[in-house]
């Protein structure tokens, strides 16, 4: 009987938690600036030789981070196919 009572509780706990949370997320396509992107911007093409910003923090500045995430990526993958019967005959 007193868990019915709570529920009201519950939720009016969790609605004012994520009004509180929707205040604080930044507005949508205006993140915070670094220093590094500014970094970025000035020595991406000359240290990396990409004309592509991304494609430059991905692979060049981040490559080994790429790597090992792709490899986990590579490894989910195969364990799913695995554990849904793949590779029978």
């Given at each position: 009987?007193?868990?019915?009572?709570?529920k009201?509780?519950?939720?009016?706990?969790?609605?004012?938690?994520?009004?509180?949370?929707?205040?604080?997320?930044?507005?949508?396509?205006?993140?915070?600036?670094?220093?590094?992107d500014?970094?970025f911007?000035?020595?991406?093409?000359?240290?990396?030789?990409?004309?592509?910003?991304?494609?430059?923090?991905?692979f060049?500045?981040?490559?080994?981070?790429?790597?090992?995430?792709?490899?986990?990526?590579?490894?989910?993958?195969?364990g799913?196919?695995?554990?849904?019967?793949?590779?029978?005959?």
């Amino acid at each position: 009987m007193e868990r019915n009572k709570s529920k009201p509780i519950v939720a009016a706990i969790l609605f004012v938690f994520l009004l509180a949370m929707s205040f604080s997320i930044h507005p949508a396509g205006k993140p915070s600036e670094t220093k590094m992107d500014d970094f970025f911007i000035a020595h991406g093409q000359e240290e990396t030789g990409s004309n592509n910003i991304v494609a430059a923090i991905v692979f060049d500045y981040r490559g080994m981070d790429t790597l090992v995430e792709a490899s986990v990526l590579f490894a989910a993958a195969t364990g799913v196919f695995i554990a849904l019967g793949g590779g029978k005959k």
